[in-house]
Protein backbone atom coordinates (compact mmCIF):
# COMPACT_ATOMS: atom_id res chain seq x y z
CA UNK A 1 0.00 0.00 0.00
CA UNK A 2 1.25 3.58 -0.34
CA UNK A 3 2.68 5.83 2.23
CA UNK A 4 0.00 8.33 1.24
CA UNK A 5 -3.38 5.79 1.41
CA UNK A 6 -1.58 4.68 4.20
CA UNK A 7 -1.42 7.08 6.41
CA UNK A 8 -4.54 8.64 5.07
CA UNK A 9 -6.44 5.93 6.41
CA UNK A 10 -5.24 5.92 10.07
CA UNK A 11 -6.93 7.53 12.97
CA UNK A 12 -5.51 7.18 16.58
CA UNK A 13 -6.55 4.05 18.14
CA UNK A 14 -6.04 2.05 15.55
CA UNK A 15 -3.95 -1.47 16.14
CA UNK A 16 -1.52 -1.32 13.04
CA UNK A 17 0.51 -4.76 14.16
CA UNK A 18 0.30 -7.51 16.90
CA UNK A 19 3.34 -10.52 17.11
CA UNK A 20 4.60 -12.92 19.14
CA UNK A 21 8.27 -14.24 19.60
CA UNK A 22 9.30 -17.00 21.50
CA UNK A 23 12.57 -16.79 23.21
CA UNK A 24 14.81 -19.60 23.99
CA UNK A 25 18.18 -19.77 26.22
CA UNK A 26 19.45 -20.94 22.44
CA UNK A 27 17.97 -17.82 20.86
CA UNK A 28 19.96 -15.87 23.22
CA UNK A 29 23.10 -17.72 22.40
CA UNK A 30 22.58 -16.66 18.97
CA UNK A 31 21.96 -13.18 20.04
CA UNK A 32 25.35 -13.30 21.51
CA UNK A 33 26.88 -14.61 18.63
CA UNK A 34 25.45 -11.83 16.81
CA UNK A 35 25.87 -8.88 19.10
CA UNK A 36 28.91 -9.90 20.24
CA UNK A 37 27.48 -9.27 24.38
CA UNK A 38 28.95 -12.32 25.79
CA UNK A 39 27.76 -10.75 29.41
CA UNK A 40 27.12 -14.23 31.52
CA UNK A 41 23.94 -12.83 32.78
CA UNK A 42 22.40 -13.61 29.85
CA UNK A 43 22.92 -17.27 29.78
CA UNK A 44 24.29 -18.66 33.00
CA UNK A 45 21.90 -18.90 36.07
CA UNK A 46 24.45 -19.01 38.74
CA UNK A 47 26.05 -15.58 37.55
CA UNK A 48 22.80 -13.93 37.01
CA UNK A 49 21.76 -14.34 40.55
CA UNK A 50 25.21 -13.27 42.09
CA UNK A 51 24.03 -10.02 40.88
CA UNK A 52 21.05 -10.01 42.46
CA UNK A 53 18.48 -10.92 39.51
CA UNK A 54 16.00 -13.51 39.10
CA UNK A 55 17.34 -15.84 36.65
CA UNK A 56 18.95 -15.32 33.01
CA UNK A 57 17.71 -12.12 30.87
CA UNK A 58 17.04 -11.73 27.74
CA UNK A 59 19.58 -8.58 25.89
CA UNK A 60 17.68 -5.26 26.16
CA UNK A 61 18.46 -5.05 22.57
CA UNK A 62 17.40 -7.88 21.82
CA UNK A 63 13.85 -7.22 23.24
CA UNK A 64 13.55 -3.86 21.47
CA UNK A 65 14.39 -5.27 17.84
CA UNK A 66 11.54 -7.77 18.40
CA UNK A 67 9.24 -5.04 19.50
CA UNK A 68 9.58 -2.67 16.51
CA UNK A 69 9.49 -5.55 14.28
CA UNK A 70 6.09 -5.38 13.99
CA UNK A 71 5.75 -1.97 13.30
CA UNK A 72 8.69 -2.11 10.14
CA UNK A 73 6.54 -4.58 8.84
CA UNK A 74 3.47 -2.99 8.56
CA UNK A 75 5.13 0.63 7.74
CA UNK A 76 7.12 -2.09 4.89
CA UNK A 77 10.58 -0.21 4.66
CA UNK A 78 12.15 0.37 7.70
CA UNK A 79 13.57 3.71 6.71
CA UNK A 80 10.50 4.83 7.47
CA UNK A 81 11.23 4.41 11.05
CA UNK A 82 12.25 8.09 12.12
CA UNK A 83 12.67 7.46 15.98
CA UNK A 84 12.73 5.01 18.07
CA UNK A 85 12.67 4.79 22.06
CA UNK A 86 11.61 2.77 24.89
CA UNK A 87 12.01 2.60 28.94
CA UNK A 88 13.26 -0.43 30.27
CA UNK A 89 10.42 -1.50 32.98
CA UNK A 90 11.02 -5.17 33.66
CA UNK A 91 13.85 -7.15 32.29
CA UNK A 92 12.83 -10.54 30.46
CA UNK A 93 13.50 -13.81 32.36
CA UNK A 94 14.28 -16.72 30.39
CA UNK A 95 13.27 -19.96 31.94
CA UNK A 96 15.85 -22.54 30.79
CA UNK A 97 12.77 -24.38 29.92
CA UNK A 98 9.98 -22.61 29.48
CA UNK A 99 12.01 -19.50 27.74
CA UNK A 100 9.51 -16.65 27.49
CA UNK A 101 7.52 -14.98 24.73
CA UNK A 102 7.54 -11.42 24.20
CA UNK A 103 3.72 -10.22 22.97
CA UNK A 104 3.73 -7.06 21.09
CA UNK A 105 0.57 -4.84 20.51
CA UNK A 106 1.01 -1.67 17.91
CA UNK A 107 -1.31 1.17 18.18
CA UNK A 108 -1.52 4.26 16.98
CA UNK A 109 -0.74 6.98 19.14
CA UNK A 110 -1.11 10.28 18.01
CA UNK A 111 -1.00 11.66 14.22
CA UNK A 112 1.18 14.56 12.60
CA UNK A 113 -1.29 15.22 9.18
CA UNK A 114 1.41 18.12 8.20
CA UNK A 115 4.64 16.08 8.22
CA UNK A 116 2.48 12.84 7.70
CA UNK A 117 4.02 10.99 10.70
CA UNK A 118 2.29 8.52 12.71
CA UNK A 119 3.26 8.09 16.14
CA UNK A 120 2.43 4.36 16.88
CA UNK A 121 2.67 3.13 20.95
CA UNK A 122 3.50 -0.45 21.70
CA UNK A 123 2.65 -2.31 24.77
CA UNK A 124 5.43 -4.67 24.86
CA UNK A 125 4.64 -7.91 27.29
CA UNK A 126 5.40 -11.14 28.84
CA UNK A 127 2.77 -12.49 30.43
CA UNK A 128 1.08 -10.09 32.26
CA UNK A 129 4.10 -8.06 32.27
CA UNK A 130 5.21 -5.22 30.86
CA UNK A 131 8.56 -5.52 29.95
CA UNK A 132 9.24 -2.19 28.26
CA UNK A 133 7.13 1.11 29.21
CA UNK A 134 7.02 4.35 27.24
CA UNK A 135 7.97 2.41 23.93
CA UNK A 136 7.34 4.45 20.65
CA UNK A 137 7.91 4.57 17.14
CA UNK A 138 7.75 7.53 14.69
CA UNK A 139 7.14 6.33 11.53
CA UNK A 140 6.99 8.58 8.24
CA UNK A 141 4.27 8.11 5.67
CA UNK A 142 4.98 10.24 2.85
Do not use: C
Not at 3 to 31: H, K, N, Q
Amino acid sequence: MPATSAFDGLTVGDIVAEASFPLTRDSLVRYAGASGDFNPIHYRDDVARSVGLPGVLAHGMLTMGFAVQPVVDWAGDPGRVVDYQVRFTRPVVVDPELGAVVSVVAKVGQLDAEARVARVDLTVKVGEETVLGKAQVRVSLV
